[in-house]
């Protein structure tokens, strides 16, 4: 007999029975789940059909639990696994993109707690039997362990009792102010943007910041990661250089390759088996098969931004990061569990069936690509909305992305996705046209054949269920979430990183290290009005672009230049837009505009004079030619505040500190200036500890810095190192894989490996 504990979380009111050399089961009471005993151990009976079935048997394997379970499963049960849920924020917003509603009231009014379900949230796991979530901002590490145990709970009690697989885009970023870090709310271990942990070129590090993000999104109820982002970022205008690990392909595929494991990887008395286990997050690598080469910079978020071009015949290379790095694995998880196809056209990289068709619709890139010649079968989900209808307004964020096959319903939309390999819809809730789809492929291909391939989705998708232990316990103790998420080592370790990550650039006469309780002038920065990523208004600000608190503990900060011993400026890589301009369309003009790395106004003289790609319908555009258009970003002030402060600091130490989320052209400042530190998103402390030697820079340049827009325009969207690079006045060539450190110029075995000969 098994002797056994059994352990009562009253507040959420689960219940936990610990078995004698096998898991932990964790059920809730109000789920309706019981427990079986047999052969001396305890199974959770989900079904409630009084008998242990394979799937409930923890001593199988991922793959036999998931065959039996899949082959129990009604065809609506199997599309509601094959939906991903659109972004859920905990507590629900009241308006905007994460809204929510609780017994249709705003969460304001409503009067529930912030980890209480939605009606949105009841009615995609009840109705539409949906079973993977994105979640966006939480509250706090015991909000999200609490709604994570009322979505278990919810979801042990309704059908087969299949556990939700909650996900997350990254989260972990020190600067909230990016697009991509909307998930970067409550108390977690701050790092630098993925270019910045590219910049410290050890693949040892981004597997260390795999395992330390596992364990805190595991303590957060977050099983799939959607991450890492492995595209190599070919265009250096393109708006998600950052989340990238640069241009290279061959660091690209060293880093994917060890944040993969950082994240899959489970061992000791954490592994359940095949190197899965309690420590582990599916990893969902994006975006196959690459979508950094968009043409001229634009992204396919954007009607306007559909295309990748392959200029330079160099898509090949795009893969490599998949290919040898995230499929290649060096632990026993083999490969990353998921990948997600961009939006993008691949244009003419279809040498099978010839179609100009989002990456995921396409048969050629997902079964033949990716499925048999790369040997491929994990899970392969579509990025967000793209069976929707695209929007009326080209630029929309937040619209429908069907690029190529618009012309097809959102059904067919589907039938085609699942014919080309899909398993998963990204940002689907409904059921509904999966169901519709099923039946247009039992009309072409009978009952059968349409049962077994839907067969094929459900069982790797269960896999990644079963092999974290999901099933036997997808509840969370609140006392360990909030011991968990954001230790003090864990946010050491972070921090650690954001030092290694910075780059400097320039450090004329050895001005840095700079003494501590020096007198120091920093202005302030003007933003303008604008508009964010998802076209919300900004107000215009006038502000220190820096914590003062921070800075008082490393320096005496003064208004007054005359007091000051140096100037230190701080600045952001230039936004001019992604590419498109209402105004240019009021004009006459065909809405496309140049994407610009320089601060100045920028007339696109050298841009081509047809494009590579465009789309023929009427009421689109087929050549979206920008050439000798101007843009001027909006924060060109930046280039104001530099040159104002040289000038008024009369021949002291300028320094400047800058933001990078793209390479930048410096020209414009670099000879004025002293000294310059890049960084890829730190915590103000970080920069100040470098400024005072507390750290020496180590970081390296994960990509080319161009010396001019010129050659911005003249090189290849699909080619990386093929730019002019900038060389300042100490004669430094700002090229991929270059930083300083005290001494001058790094080389190490960092540069010995990666630097490029030329």
């Not at 241009?247 to 950082?262: C, F, H, I, P, T």
């Not at 840095?512 to 107000?539: C, E, M, Q």
């Not at 004079?609 to 050439?627: T, W």
Request: proline share 5%; glycine share 10%.
């Amino acid at each position: 007999m098994n002797d056994h504990k059994t352990l009562i979380n009253t507040e959420d009111q689960i219940k936990y029975i610990e078995n004698n050399d096998g898991p932990t089961l964790g059920y809730s009471e109000t789920s309706g789940v019981t427990i079986i005993q047999k052969d001396g151990y305890f199974f959770k009976d989900l079904n409630k059909d009084g008998k242990i079935d394979k799937y409930e048997d923890w001593r199988l394997t991922p793959e036999e639990r998931a065959k039996d379970l899949a082959s129990k499963m009604t065809i609506e049960q199997i599309a509601g696994l094959m939906l991903y849920s659109r972004h859920q924020a905990v507590p629900a917003g009241s308006k905007g993109w994460f809204a929510g509603t609780y017994g249709g009231k705003p969460y304001e009014e409503s009067g529930v707690k912030p980890w209480d379900l939605t009606d949105e949230q009841i009615e995609f796991l009840s109705k539409d039997n949906l079973r993977h979530i994105l979640v966006t901002t939480i509250e706090n590490p015991e909000t999200a362990a609490r709604w994570n145990n009322n979505i278990q709970a919810f979801a042990e009690g309704t059908g087969l009792g299949i556990p939700a697989n909650n996900s997350s885009d990254p989260r972990h970023g020190s600067d909230s102010s990016t697009e991509f870090n909307a998930g970067a709310g409550g108390k977690i271990s701050m790092w630098p943007e993925p270019l910045g942990l590219a910049a410290t070129f050890s693949p040892e590090i981004a597997e260390k910041f795999g395992e330390i993000a596992s364990k805190e999104y595991r303590a957060l109820g977050i099983t799939t990661a959607l991450s890492p982002q492995i595209d190599i970022a070919t265009d250096p205008r393109w708006f998600r250089f950052n989340g990238t690990f640069g241009e290279d392909s061959q660091l690209s595929a060293d880093m994917a390759r060890a944040y993969v494991v950082g994240f899959q990887d489970s061992s000791g008395d954490k592994e359940i088996a095949e190197g899965w286990g309690y420590d582990s997050v599916n990893a969902m690598v994006k975006h196959w098969p690459g979508g950094g080469s968009g043409e001229s910079g634009r992204d396919a978020h954007y009607g306007y931004g559909k295309y990748a071009v392959y200029p330079g015949g160099n898509f090949a290379e795009h893969l490599i990061p998949f290919t040898e790095g995230a499929f290649n694995l060096p632990g026993k998880t083999k490969m990353a569990s998921a990948v997600m196809p961009y939006y993008t056209i691949s244009v003419d990289q279809d040498p099978v069936n010839g179609e100009n068709i989002g990456n995921s619709y396409n048969s050629y890139l997902i079964n033949k690509l990716l499925r048999n010649r790369y040997g491929y079968d994990g899970v392969v989900c579509t990025d967000w909305i793209i069976t929707a209808d695209e929007p009326e307004n080209i630029d929309t964020f937040v619209g429908g992305k069907p690029w190529g096959v618009e012309e097809l319903s959102v059904s067919e939309r589907h039938y085609k996705l699942i014919m080309a390999g899909v398993d998963q819809f990204g940002g689907n809730n409904e059921a509904g046209p999966i169901l519709e789809a099923y039946q247009m492929g039992v009309a072409e291909h009978g009952e059968a054949f349409m049962r077994q391939r839907f067969e094929e989705s459900a069982v790797r998708l269960l896999k990644n269920i079963f092999r974290l232990g999901l099933f036997e316990n997808p509840y969370l103790k609140v006392e360990k979430t909030v011991q968990e998420v954001g230790k003090p080592e864990y946010m050491q370790e972070g921090y650690d990183v954001q030092l290694k990550s910075i780059v400097m650039l320039k450090n004329k006469n050895q001005i840095l290290p700079l003494s501590k309780g020096k007198a120091v002038y920093i202005p302030k920065r003007f933003t303008p009005a604008g508009k964010d990523w998802f076209g919300n208004p900004t107000s215009e600000k006038y502000e220190y672009p820096v914590s003062v608190e921070v800075a008082k503990k490393y320096f005496k900060v003064t208004d007054n230049p005359d007091e000051a011993d140096f100037g230190l400026v701080f600045i952001s890589t230039p936004k001019s837009g992604t590419g498109y301009s209402h105004e240019d369309v009021k004009e006459g003009g065909n809405g496309y505009v140049p994407i610009s790395l320089q601060y100045k106004s920028y007339t696109a003289n050298f841009a081509r004079e047809k494009s590579l790609a465009g789309d023929a319908r009427p009421g689109d555009v087929l050549n979206r030619s920008y050439k000798g258009k101007t843009v001027v970003p909006s924060n060109t002030t930046d280039l104001d505040m530099v040159l104002d402060t040289v000038e008024i600091m009369k021949g002291k130490p300028v320094v400047v500190s800058i933001l990078l989320s793209n390479p930048t052209v410096v020209e414009e400042f670099e000879g004025n200036v002293d000294v310059i530190l890049a960084n890829f998103g730190v915590q103000d402390q970080a920069i100040f500890e470098i400024l005072t030697g507390g750290a020496e820079p180590s970081g390296l340049l994960p990509m080319q810095m161009p010396a001019n827009m010129k050659t911005v325009e003249e090189q290849l969207e699909d080619v990386a190192h093929d730019m002019e690079c900038h060389v300042d006045t100490e004669g430094n060539e700002y090229d991929f894989a270059f930083g300083l450190n005290w001494s001058g110029k790094i080389q190490d075995e960092r540069t010995e490996k990666y630097q490029k000969n030329k």
